[in-house]
């Protein structure tokens, strides 16, 4: 039985939008479908033209959606590198060229999730999950080792061999295999030594800087679906926040 949900006092334009939000969660238009019309969903919701453009501009504004002109509007995808490759990617060059690193798998396993990743990831102590390992690099220089921990019930067939011979970024990889979009992110950041088997990965000295950066990845409805821990060399590089 569903739970009854409570009178919602938010602003109407919100709770458009978070009804097409939950149309998007449950498949009704694919990363990159075109969404219905302003007009057909002014009709579908019994709102206003005007409303339906307020919900659909917060939408585009949290990247949910992309706006064409004189296409329409289309569900958001990782598949397009251009528009979303460094929305989650803050690591730069030094010399201030806007390169994409080339990502080398060190392993991939089956684990079960500790306490602390299970609680940030939403599941129970022990539940099975899949732990990545990978290497960052600009020019053949390692800049960042990522450990990345899924639950593999979300990723289920998820082999090292897939992800090798995938030509895209992991996201778009997680999309178009296994339907699970990363539409938000949570991030914090520390300053630690680097040890002596990641200054080894790293090609650093022990007891070298790094800057670790501690990700949580939330699909549609702030579902956790990613923690990942990405330790940084910031010899060659520099982490990037806009904020607007």
């Known amino acids: 039985m569903r739970t009854a949900k409570s009178p919602s006092f938010q602003p109407l334009y919100i709770q ?3 009804l097409i939000v939950d149309s998007l969660d449950a498949g009704e238009w694919r990363p990159g479908d075109a969404i219905p019309s302003e007009i057909e969903l002014a009709a579908r919701f019994r ?3 005007g409303t339906v453009r307020k919900a659909i501009d917060a939408l585009a504004a949290h ?3 992309v706006r064409r002109q004189g296409k329409g509007t289309f569900v958001a995808t990782h598949t397009e590198e251009k528009a979303s490759m460094f929305r989650f990617l803050r690591i730069r060059r030094n010399d201030g060229r806007a390169e994409y690193p080339a990502s080398r798998l060190i392993d991939v396993r089956r684990a079960r ?9 939403g599941l129970k102590t022990g539940e099975p999950v899949i732990v990545l390992r990978r290497v960052l690099e600009f020019e053949d220089a390692p800049v960042v080792l990522d450990e990345i921990v899924l639950p593999a019930a979300l990723f289920k067939g998820l082999t090292r061999a897939k992800l090798e011979a995938y030509r895209g970024s992991m996201y778009s990889f997680f999309e178009t295999r296994f339907g699970v979009r ?4 949570r991030e914090k950041l520390t300053a630690i030594a680097a040890d002596a088997a990641t200054a080894q990965i790293l090609q650093l000295r022990p007891g070298d800087p790094l800057l670790a950066v501690e990700r949580v990845t939330s699909t549609y409805g702030d579902r956790p679906v990613e923690w990942r821990r990405g330790l940084c060399s910031t010899r ?5 926040n806009e904020l607007r």
């Open 182 to 185: 990363i539409v938000s992110a």
């Open 63 to 65: 990247h949910l959606v």
């Open 113 to 121: 999730a500790p306490a602390e990743t299970a609680r940030l990831l």
């Open 47 to 49: 709102v206003s033209q």
């Open 16 to 18: 458009i939008k978070t």
């Open 236 to 240: 060659h590089c520099y982490y990037v």
